[in-house]
């Protein structure tokens, strides 16, 4: 577990794998910067991936939780992790979206930047942003994260292709949350 004031970081249980979990997935406004976007989501489906991966050391995978009542408001994940050049990706999304504008993003992304580079001893965390996702790029930007580059028209949203921003942070300018 990994927690701060506001939120408590912690393994995905079979709890969480609920309708609340599930519409949030289904969620155009939630899921428009989402791979998941693209096909239906369902109870089987969210099930078998979490099966497939949440004993997977590769790809540490965590529910954002409140402190104040536990509730599960979204996921991060760390990963996949590339041990021999010691960097990994780092992605997130904050399903409830009562919380959306009050900094859990970044303070997630903070708790999971530092055990990576603490306890993990990563050299290197990257992201890949949809562009036109200026939230999450600024919870990014806010712990540290530089855009490197940006691939053009990458993917697609909508109908039409989309840059992706590449962000990432080297350990030697990472600085610690307080």
Request: a neutral charge.
């Amino acid at each position: 577990m990994l927690n701060s004031s506001r939120l408590c970081l912690r393994a995905l249980e079979p709890s969480d794998l609920n309708a609340t979990y599930l519409g949030w997935l289904n969620d155009p406004e939630v899921n428009r910067y989402l791979e998941t976007r693209f096909l239906p989501q369902t109870q089987e489906a969210l099930q078998g991936y979490w099966q497939a991966h949440r004993d997977d050391p590769a790809s540490p995978w965590f529910a954002i939780c409140l402190v104040g009542d536990g509730r599960h408001i979204g996921n991060i994940k760390l990963g996949p992790i590339q041990w021999l050049h010691r960097r990994a990706d780092l992605s997130l999304f904050i399903g409830d979206r009562s919380c959306w504008g009050q900094g859990y993003a970044s303070e997630a992304i903070a708790l999971v930047r530092d055990w990576g580079f603490r306890e993990l001893d990563l050299q290197k965390l990257n992201a890949g942003i949809y562009a036109g996702n200026i939230g999450s790029r600024r919870a990014f930007e806010k712990c540290g994260f530089e855009l490197e580059g940006t691939l053009r028209l990458e993917v697609v949203s909508g109908g039409q292709r989309l840059d992706v921003w590449r962000l990432g942070l080297p350990r030697s300018h990472w600085r610690p949350a307080p």
